[in-house]
């Protein structure tokens, strides 16, 4: 089983919603930070926003402050991030890792496509 599964991308509008999921297998990692990670075209992978074993969260990116909220839910393993206002400029494929990352165990990502 994957250390970590990201779901919940697809095509959305520009000025749209989505949530993201991931899921981890590894019970440890619920005490540990995890973070939201992306690569756009052409760029590197950057830390979009992270959160705390203990829920507190932090947003990276400017663009995204203000429309990202990063959220988890120990119960389940699982963190989540809420898009809002969504841009061209978020279209990436959006990973899940710890914070820092553990290189071995980055998933497939999950493709957020923005569109009209």
């Known amino acids: 089983q994957a250390p970590l599964v990201e779901s919940g991308g697809g095509l959305v509008q520009p000025g749209g919603s989505l949530r993201l999921s991931c899921a981890a297998s590894e019970s440890s990692f619920s005490i540990k930070s995890m973070g939201w990670y992306r690569r756009a075209p052409g760029k590197q992978r950057e830390l979009v926003a992270s959160i705390t074993s203990l829920g507190a969260p932090t947003l990276y990116t400017d663009s995204g402050k203000g429309r990202f909220v990063i959220s988890r839910d120990k119960a389940k393993n699982t963190i989540f991030l809420q898009m809002n206002s969504v841009t061209p400029e978020d279209e990436a494929v959006y990973y899940c890792?710890?914070?820092?990352?553990?290189?071995?165990?980055w998933g497939q990502g999950t493709q957020v496509t923005v569109s009209s």
């Open positions: 890792n710890l914070v820092p990352p553990v290189q071995s165990i």
